[in-house]
């Protein structure tokens, strides 16, 4: 790990707030893109970007995977590691706290998972992480990005500057060589989440699924 930056402690400082919010955060459940995406590929290496509580990386590890989950919240990571040991995969998941713009994991890997890669402000440089997670993906693995293509149909009182990028907007700022790049999937798509209130609404995410070829 490197040496922590303002920015570092800031960003987990929030998360850590954030998470400790609830006893839980989120679902429990794998992302269901995730599961869509990955479940006829044959299992092998994994790294899992801003894993959180441990859903997806719990998943993998159940599907034979062995995986490297990172997260920047310290709250995150601990919740995650007692989900994976409740689960019985604790000895497939390799958790480390990493702040991604500051720090990367080392190798390479047949799958590497960004899924919701998205702070407040200017405290994760997004495409400088994601241009990192495509440069860690093995000859023949795939990156799978998936992330909010917009604000959640309940929220109307927000911030009209922020842009969510298209995954053509991903794509390309990826920079990735073409022949060297097989582009799977990229789409737009609308779900159901339900609401603080506990009503449901939609939201609509954003799909970018790549292979890197073999050599």
Known sequence: MTEHSEQTDSGAAFWDARYAEHERIWSGDPNTILVRETTDLPPGIALDLGCGEGADAVWLARHGWRVTATDISRVALDRAARHAADAGVAGRIDFQRHDLGESFPAGTFDLVSAHFLHSPGDLLPREEVLRSAAAAVAPGGILLV????GWPSWEHDHDHD??????????????????????QLSEEHE???TRPDGQPGTRTDNVLKMRRLPT
């Open 146 to 149: 998936v992330g909010h293509a």
């Open 162 to 183: 922020v842009h969510f990028p298209t995954p053509d907007e991903v794509y390309l700022s990826l920079g990735l060589p073409s022949e060297q790049w097989e582009l």
């Open 191 to 193: 779900r159901i989440q």
